[in-house]
């Protein structure tokens, strides 16, 4: 099984983390009152309900239901601190996470919570390695007896899971859940059993049962998993604003599993920034209740059926398509740089460069056709005509602009123009800072020539002609903070930009090429070694093995979530060393200020990091 989501779901939430608003989200104060006043108010409930009840001032049913409704509502800072979504402190994130843990399960710290909450993440749906599955697939009678004593299912999972603990979290772990044993043999035992058992055991079983019914057993559809169907492997419930705070955001988890560093509070915030981009995903939408049921997810729409609207030859070699929608539906929107999947027929399918020329609702790529290559494009230029049907895939992006970019630089070579023009058009039409090198053998074969030489285009873009594409040493701008580069053509000639810019002082990671691939590393994996500054160690991290890998098997436990550089949870700061970047969420700043993320990205070449670990 594929351990990351689908290149274009991928390419999806990283477009969405990119946006400066959702990425304000994702900065954390040090102390949240919304987590604080949350745990205050859940202690105070329970402590002043059990004194109010001893002094017979109210009644039992209702200290029942609010220590039950307050021990549910305490677990939301708990479940925040697995991700260090309390706290950007991670000190006072598993402190305020601890201490709320306890009048649920004392005894139980964030760091054990943390392993099953986060192999709950990265297994969503697994039966074999998902902690929480068995909440979801049982009948409704078995969901609801697992919820009730959810702690119990934990620790079976947990004891049939030990080897993925070091020693030392084994002593942790089984120290933790001596004392909650210890906890009820010493109550049950004192001269105050009875209140123990009335005013902490059932209310935590209420609470309990709240809990495992509303964050697991009602929010996935069994047997979706999460690496396959990131977008519908979790539900949203319907119920406004009533729903979602009896819920504590949870009617919106989904934006919790997509989203992990986000806190509770922010969900709601998160969901209206990226509904627009998630309007066409086929998101399982159902309420609380509804979930006694489990009806098959929805699927979605594997492709969209377009028609040949317009077809022109803009080079001797070179076809322009518009396609529009055969339907009367739209067609989904689509970022500067995206691509679609054209089905082109006979089981072949090619991947082209949205240009953006076409405006909305329609979808435009040019083609070149290549006689000597395996027969897509030559199979394009010869079978389309206008008013044929096809199916194309809804649009993927890997090739992004940056939200924070101060100055872009566009390079094309030949036929790579077509994500290039689009970047260009959506720079332009937002008035930023570009300028755009389109290079080619010589001007009557460079698609959209005439286009760019224009009036309206010359302030931005400038042709080079020449075997080599035309480019001079200096004809790149040297780097500058805030400034990236957009390549985009054959391997040769991209290998050749890359020197040319290396030479004018440009890092590896502010050149963006365009990949098919959803890794972005452009190199292969080297061996390189890491120093932890707190203890000294030395630890070698081969090729083949990730530094997360690495150091989880010393028994550095560093959170993972997504493992696939998407949520930011096994972030690290680097004290010393050169870092080769290949996650989608930190921003520049955050790697500027010595930020890599331990599972995907690595030491640039074979060098040495020194990580503050
Ligand atoms: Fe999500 Fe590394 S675990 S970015």
Redesign the pocket.
Known sequence: MSHTYPAADQALIAHIIRKPAFRSLLELPLFAWQEILLVLGCYTVLLGGSVLYMQDVLPYLLVLCTSGLSIYAIFTPPHDATHGSVSRSHAVNDLIGSLAAQPMVPGVTVSLYRYLHLEHHRHTGDPDRDPDESLVSSGPVGRLLNAAFVELKWTHWYLNHLEKRSVRERFQDLTSLLLYVLWHVVWLNSPYALEFVLLWMLPQRLGLLIVAYLFAAIQHPVGVLEQARPFQATRMFRGGHLVRILMLSQSQHLMHHLFPMLPYYRYNTAWKLSRDDLADQALIWDTPMGRLRQPAPQSRPATLTVTVERIESITPEVNAYVFAPATGDMLPAYDAGAHIDVHVGAGLIRQYSLTGLAGRNRYSIAVKREDQGRGGSRALHEQLVVGKTLQVSRPRNLFQLQPDDQHAVLVSGGIGITPILSMALALRERAASFELHACGRDRDMLPFAELLHSAEWRKHARLWLGSDGGLQPDTLPAFEPGYSLYLCGPAGFMDHVRALAANRGWPADAIHSEAFQADPANGQNTPFTVELARSGRVIEVPANTTL?DALNQQGIRVA????????????CRVLEGSVEHR?Q?LSREERAAGLM????SRASGSGRLRLDL
């Open positions: 997360l993972a979530s997504c493992v696939q550089g998407l949520c930011g949870t096994c972030r996650d969420f993320t331990a599972c995907v």
